[in-house]
């Protein structure tokens, strides 16, 4: 099984900061890349797909980049309402072990 | 609206077993694959199971293989998880979501399971 291993675990980070979590694959992969943002309590959000398409409704400071084996999404200029944990996830696989990005 | 609703979990004793049901709703269901997720209390997002619109092709992770089995009755617009011989490391809640361009587009509010005795 193709492994996905994500870092930071953690990232602490400022309001308007750029911020980049990495996504690295166990081997090749397609660009069936997914990222998704979670808030305590809630169910997961769909941000990008397909490594770098943002989904409908997701702010333009989010982007999806990469290939191979190494994915990344940026976040530019961090929002207060950005505070959340991320997961990677290759399509019908495994998700990343999440990178919580907390207030610094 | 789009929506997906679980339902059909709860407090179980090891070795027991659950069908978990999730109903769908503002969208045709018949062209949607669709997948259950899980996440244990503090944890992180494990993937278990796909089924395509047709319910003819399906995948499990290896946790669950052999023990859960996923289904749909189109015609209900109903999505379905069987989860059989439950152990304590099964406990958490799992969410029905919908497949889109290789995504997961959109997730139900989830159920919770807990297995204990």
């Known amino acids: 099984d193709i492994q996905m291993t994500q870092s930071p675990s953690i990232l602490s980070a400022s309001v308007g900061d750029r911020v980049t979590i990495t996504c690295r694959a166990s081997?090749?992969?397609?660009?069936?890349l997914a990222w998704y943002q979670q808030k305590p309590g809630k169910a997961p959000k769909l941000l990008i797909y397909?490594?770098?398409i943002l989904e409908n409704g997701v702010p333009s400071r989010f982007s999806g980049g990469g290939s191979g084996t190494e994915f990344t999404l940026t976040i530019n200029r961090l929002q207060p309402d950005d505070f959340a944990t991320y997961y990677c996830?290759?399509?019908?696989?495994?998700f990343g072990q999440g990178t919580k990005v907390e207030i610094k | 609206e789009v929506q997906l609703v679980e339902s059909g979990g709860g407090l179980v004793q090891p070795g027991g077993s659950l069908r978990l049901s999730c109903a769908a709703s503002?969208?045709?269901?018949?062209?949607?694959?669709m997948n259950w997720v899980r996440q244990a209390p503090g944890k992180g997002l494990e993937w278990l199971s796909y089924?395509?619109?047709?319910?003819?092709?399906?995948y499990y992770a290896d946790s669950v293989r052999g023990r859960f089995t996923i289904s749909r009755d189109n015609a209900e617009k109903s999505l379905y998880l069987q989860m059989n011989s439950l152990r304590a490391e099964d406990t958490a809640i799992y969410y029905c979501?919908?497949?889109?361009?290789?995504?997961?587009?959109?997730w139900g509010q989830g159920t919770p399971v807990t297995v204990s005795s």
């Open positions: 979501v919908r497949n889109r361009d290789y995504a997961l587009d959109f």
């Open positions: 996830q290759l399509f019908r696989g495994t």
């Open positions: 397909k490594a770098s």
């Open positions: 503002g969208f045709t269901f018949i062209t949607y694959e």
């Open positions: 081997q090749t992969i397609s660009s069936w």
């Open positions: 089924i395509s619109s047709s319910g003819k092709t399906i």
